[in-house]
């Protein structure tokens, strides 16, 4: 392909011979000045055409950069979110293993603590039962011993009452004394005077 400008459209007006019956010159050179107007347009329209394509082959490259920008983020982004999910499940599993280790151990520890009260209630339980039962048993000893000391009382006031009960029946039963037999003397005793016993 003939690589042709519009200066050489131009450049073309006096080089085409002159036959006897040829084209007529003027039309000829109005002719070439339009196909080199045209030509130029379309030079100016190529190159246009050519620094646009350059801008839109540059934004091209840009968004296919961006678009491996970001496909790479995506990429990124997913392992960064698996990563993530996967530690956070590990946290969690972690978690739940030291909360379970916790409540076992906790769960152990309440029942021992509870072990150590029910045994020390039961110890005083124990001991109270058992102050109780020696309370009971000297209680009860007391009481017998009461029982016999009242016993004993009993009869021997009893005994007592009988003798003095069998001592008023006796002395109910003697005859009444002679009342006469007691009479006083009919001559008082005198006391003779204090003159009359000391000596002058």
């Known amino acids: 392909m003939i690589d042709l400008t519009p200066l050489d459209v131009r450049k073309k007006r006096g080089d085409f011979g002159k036959g006897l019956r040829g084209y ?17 347009a379309l030079v100016k329209e190529n190159v246009q055409l050519r620094e646009r394509a350059e801008r839109l082959q540059e934004q091209v490259t840009q968004l296919e950069g961006r ?7 995506l990429v990124t982004a997913q392992a960064l979110r698996e990563d993530t999910r996967r530690q956070a499940e590990q946290e969690a599993d972690l978690l739940l293993r030291e909360a379970e280790a916790r409540a076992e151990r906790t769960r152990a520890e309440a ?14 339980i124990d001991r109270v039962m058992a102050e109780a039962e020696r309370l009971l048993a000297e209680r009860a000893g007391l009481l017998e011993d ?3 000391e009242r016993s004993r ?7 007592l009452v009988e003798r003095e009960l069998h001592a008023v029946e ?11 037999a007691f009479a006083l003397p009919s001559a ?4 003779p005077p204090v003159a ?3 000596p002058a």
Request: proline share 6%; no cysteine.
């Open 153 to 159: 009382f009993l009869k021997a006031f009893r005994s």
């Open 24 to 40: 007529d010159p003027h039309e000829v050179d109005t002719f070439l000045e339009l196909v080199a107007e045209r030509l130029e």
């Open 188 to 191: 008082r005793p005198v006391i």
């Open 111 to 124: 029942l021992a603590a509870a072990e150590r009260t029910r045994a020390e209630a039961q110890a005083a």
């Open 196 to 198: 009359e016993v000391v």
């Open 146 to 148: 009461l029982e016999r």
């Open 170 to 180: 006796t002395e109910e039963a003697r005859p009444a004394p002679d009342v006469h």
């Open 67 to 73: 678009e491996r920008a970001v496909q790479e983020a």
